[in-house]
């Protein structure tokens, strides 16, 4: 938040549109509950209950952002690993060393190598996220910002349509 408000940012790229300030949906990010095959979570024979959550370790990726908007109850375990970069997370998960919410796209190989496997945590199996495209000052932006949100737009419609 103290980028939008500051000035220091001419694009911003956000879970959540601050209030003043308009944003531009640019993609959905879903997210699935995963661990290696291996691990103890996938040997439960109920839907996953954050209180089955709580008992295992979490692997977390930094959040960069000012304030954390998203509200993860089972982060409430007593161990966790925090990371900052989805391709340690990913190398902790294969290792058996905990499980995480990661975004499908971005683990759909491991997915279909069996290296990870979906958690079964029921009805909440996804969590969606949208992303937005801010211009927190939209009269300043120059060609080239325009060019660079251009550039966001097309990739994430990639992406989508892949």
């Known amino acids: 938040m103290v ?3 500051s000035g220091e940012a001419d694009l911003i790229i956000t879970g959540s ?3 003043g300030f308009l944003g531009e949906p640019l993609t959905t990010v879903d ?4 661990a290696s095959p291996e691990y103890p979570l996938h040997q439960i024979n109920h839907s996953l209950t954050n209180d089955d959550l709580k008992k295992h370790r979490p692997v977390v990726i930094r959040d960069s952002g000012f304030k954390r908007t998203i509200d993860v109850r089972w982060l409430g375990s007593e161990e966790r690993w925090t990371v900052s970069h989805i391709s340690t997370s990913i190398r902790l998960l294969k290792r058996n060393m905990g499980f ?3 975004p499908t796209q971005q683990i759909r190989k491991d997915l279909n190598a069996g290296d ?3 958690l079964n945590v029921g009805v909440n199996q996804k969590n969606s996220v949208e992303i937005f495209l801010v211009f927190p000052d939209p009269d300043s932006a120059g060609p080239a910002m325009l060019k660079l949100a ?3 737009r097309d990739q994430c419609n990639a992406v989508q349509n892949s």
């Open 3 to 5: 980028e939008y408000l």
């Open 31 to 34: 997210f699935i509950p995963v």
């Open 150 to 152: 251009q550039i966001f």
């Open 17 to 19: 549109t601050p209030p």
């Open 100 to 102: 995480a919410w990661l």
């Open 116 to 118: 990870l496997v979906p």
